[in-house]
Structures are given as structure tokens and as C-alpha cells.
């Protein structure tokens, strides 16, 4: 069973950053998988966030169009996501997954605060 491990968030005040990790903690290889970041924020279905594909193609959703940038480094075997200018409505779990369709078991997360 593959095993994500999300990490690097925290609380952060409007217009701050962060920059959130994923790893396989069961050896995955992600450089042959699109690979995506996903939210769930309080009392809401999970969405998509951003997506980057085998080749290197991202795409974000239009809510953080301009703030978020998710990249990929292959050879540390890890996805991340840069979180720039973030706002209240960005508070949520974030997980990563496969990028098109989550198809992996989801991991526990990383909790993303942000207030004032």
C-alpha cells in the first residue's frame, strides 16, 4: 500500500507562505505519475488544487491561479506545493495524489491555517 506523507504546514497570517512536501514513506516512484495537490477545508468536500504532470505541465485551480505553483523534484522523489499571498480561504487539509484522479490512499495530510 502506498504511503503519502504530506508535511510543511502550519499557521500563517493573510499574505504569507508556505511550502508544503509530499514523499512516499512506501518507496513509490512519483516521477512516472502526474501527481497532484488536493484541500479539504471544514465542512467541504476535498477539491482539486494543482496538478503537475510527468512532463512537467502544471495546472492550478483558478482560486489560487497566480499564488499557488506545485513542482516536482525527481530526484529527491518529492512534489510540492509553493503557497504564496495565502488567505483565509485557503485554511484547509491539503494531501497529495495522483494529478487527474486520486488513486492512491490518502494520506494524513497537512493542516493549513491562515489568520490573523
Known amino acids: 500500500q502506498v504511503q503519502l506523507v504530506e508535511s510543511g504546514g502550519g499557521l500563517v497570517q493573510p499574505g504569507e507562505s508556505l511550502r508544503l512536501s509530499c514523499a512516499s514513506a512506501?518507496?513509490?516512484?512519483?516521477?512516472?505519475?502526474?501527481m497532484g495537490w488536493y484541500r479539504q477545508a471544514p465542512g467541504k468536500e476535498r477539491d482539486w488544487v494543482a496538478r503537475?504532470?510527468?512532463?512537467?505541465?502544471?495546472d492550478v485551480a483558478t482560486s489560487v491561479k497566480g499564488r499557488f505553483t506545485i513542482s516536482r523534484d525527481n530526484a529527491k522523489n518529492m512534489i510540492y506545493l509553493q503557497m504564496n499571498s495565502l488567505q483565509p480561504d485557503d485554511t484547509a487539509v491539503y494531501y497529495c495524489n495522483t494529478g487527474y484522479k486520486p488513486t492512491l490512499h490518502w494520506g494524513q495530510g497537512t493542516q493549513v491555517t491562515v489568520s490573523s
Open positions: 512506501s518507496g513509490m516512484d512519483f516521477s512516472d505519475r502526474h
Open positions: 503537475i504532470t510527468i512532463r512537467g505541465t502544471t
